[in-house]
DNA sequence: TTCATATGTGCACACGTGTGCATTTTTAAA
DNA sequence: TTTAAAAATGCACACGTGTGCACATATGAA
């Protein structure tokens, strides 16, 4: 009651083990009769190929690794659903590794890769990566290596990202358009390209509306909903209020909204709500809800066909930088 | 350039790679001075232990393949997050596979996790899934297997499941003691032991609360959006309308609520919402939201001990079913 | 029948690792 | 110094697969 192997087939054949790998690859040298006779006794008893056999002999496997902070978030579980649909179409399977914010993790996790000869890695990296070398390692063993999101400088790598800098200014200019003249942004880490850039864009837009209102950028501590309900409380007693709030996560839209409908000051449902996603929820619960919406779909498979073409082309992988840009909803 | 072996380590080092081998694992039988050796050397080099050669000689793999119907749920994604922690805390990794609601695809998932040597599998079923052959095929290659949230009666295996009777019968008695009167559950397909579970719980409680109105059971096409919007306008347009609904998904009751905001007939917010799932948007949403949470933290864990139970025990792998309750909030 | 050419199969090895066993080297006792 | 025991290392094989090459069988023509 053992796994069936080709050496199996063999036997019971009475053939040599190196004719039924060829029989069951339909080898043009292999005699018609035989082929048919192994793969009749081949699919009456069940074989299934050994994968890890066939790794061993060529070293390169058939699982691609996809690296995110936690799965369990929107963005990225949409992101590697949406790869792992199209790894499978393409006969990979996805192996997800998750980082938690964690440079620790993440080297342990590039180390798992390499050990486990996987074929390439779709990548978004940790708040906390500035030392890169852990990635650089995956070049000497030749892993193709694609970064996703949230990128660093230091990574020349070919890279999937939002034009984060575009987004946040058109935001501004969507509440401007709506009638807000406050806006604050509430960002993540400042430390990190990406937020980075959403700043840039956040200032780039209030300089284009002549805003009156100092920029206010707040940095919450994480992106809790607890972190937006603390935010908010904040901001709104302050003495010059914002009028508009744009968040980077849903997450901390939410915890915001929920200070605004318990405070009695009956600031909501006036105040302007942004964030990246929360797509449709947030419109849905307030009416002034401007969503920031990735194309999710486009950003993944964009992400997978440049790991593809690497993987393809091992040796002619230039690298290049996609850049995609939001909708506001 | 190459991937370093344990035969390059003991070509530079002028010994037998049976005895880099040995010296790697500590073994007690190989000279100190000599693991010492073996053991700098490999760092220096950064030598990474190939584990597809492993599996193939020991023919069990590290992969744990966790089956989802899509992981861009909040429930799955969860699921899923939690299961990977746990995994590679214990030097396991996790390939995902999503069945989509389709047989076929479950079929190609089970002959992908025996053509990887995958070490044990944690499996949810898909709506249509009746004939689970392709399920027991796993045990001719004694790969271990626990099913959660979705199974069948027809698959003896182990199981985490929700008590979804019990579930559904707690709801329909809060929101009796809420006031609500008439009470409509709003129910996926009804041949899946999970729904007729919970169909069992509403009727329970409807019973038990003496409830004069007819039982509302509607079933919906899907679990989209549209299909909450749909079945919303179907059942307030009805002459005995309910004031309360109950959805399988908070996608559903989103896709209501939308319909209660923009219906002019301010039914919003006084009608009655409870979904599986949906904390805490929901609640913030709208004042009359019931949310059923799913433990699934505790699901996942289970679901992995159960695992590693059968993997650890091959043989002695008796079937348990952990049924966890539900938390109204 | 005899040789040359197709056609079909078998042999041996490689991939990287671990392990039972044989062999060599070292150590300790006589 | 010799001998027995102990310690350290090497050898060979197995895991399942694919492939270059040699070999065998069959086919065809002279």
Chains 1, 2 share one sequence.
Request: glycine share 6%.
């Amino acid at each position: 009651m053992k796994r069936i192997t080709i050496k199996d087939i063999a036997r019971e054949l009475g053939i040599h083990h190196s004719t039924v790998s060829r029989a069951l690859r339909g080898s043009p040298e292999i005699n018609a009769i035989t082929i048919e006779k192994v793969m009749r006794y081949a699919s009456e008893r069940g074989y299934q190929i050994n994968r890890n056999a066939l790794f061993l002999r060529g070293s390169r496997s058939n699982i691609i690794g996809v690296i995110v902070p936690n799965i369990h978030h929107s963005f990225f579980s949409n992101f590697v659903s949406i790869v792992t649909k199209l790894a499978s179409a393409s006969g990979y399977i996805v192996a997800v590794f998750q980082s938690e914010e964690s440079v620790k993790q993440e080297k342990e996790i590039t180390k798992s890769i390499i050990q486990q000869n996987i074929a390439g890695v779709i990548s978004s990296l940790t708040m906390e990566t500035t030392d890169v070398s852990h990635f650089q390692q995956l070049d000497s063993y030749k892993i193709p290596f694609v970064c996703f999101d949230r990128i660093s400088p230091l990574l020349s790598k070919s890279a999937v990202i939002l034009d984060n800098a575009s987004a946040l200014k058109n935001v501004v200019l969507k509440l401007h358009g709506k009638g807000f003249k406050k806006m604050a942004y509430l960002s993540g880490v400042p430390s990190i390209h990406l937020f980075k850039e959403r700043q840039k864009g956040y200032l780039l837009g209030l300089k284009e509306i002549n805003s009156q209102y100092e920029n206010c950028i707040a940095i919450t501590e994480g992106f809790s909903i607890e972190n937006g309900f603390e935010v908010a409380l904040k901001l709104f007693n302050r003495k010059n209020r914002p009028d508009a709030l744009i968040f980077d996560s849903h997450v901390l839209a939410w915890g915001a909204l929920n200070y605004l409908k318990i405070s009695k000051k009956k600031l909501f449902p006036k105040i302007g709500i942004a964030s990246f996603g929360g797509y449709p929820w947030l419109s849905l619960a307030t009416p002034n809800a401007l969503v920031i919406q990735q194309p999710e779909e486009k950003m993944a498979e964009a992400s997978f066909n440049l790991l593809m073409e690497n993987i393809k082309n091992p040796d002619n992988c230039e690298i290049k930088t996609l850049m995609f840009q939001a909708e506001i909803a």
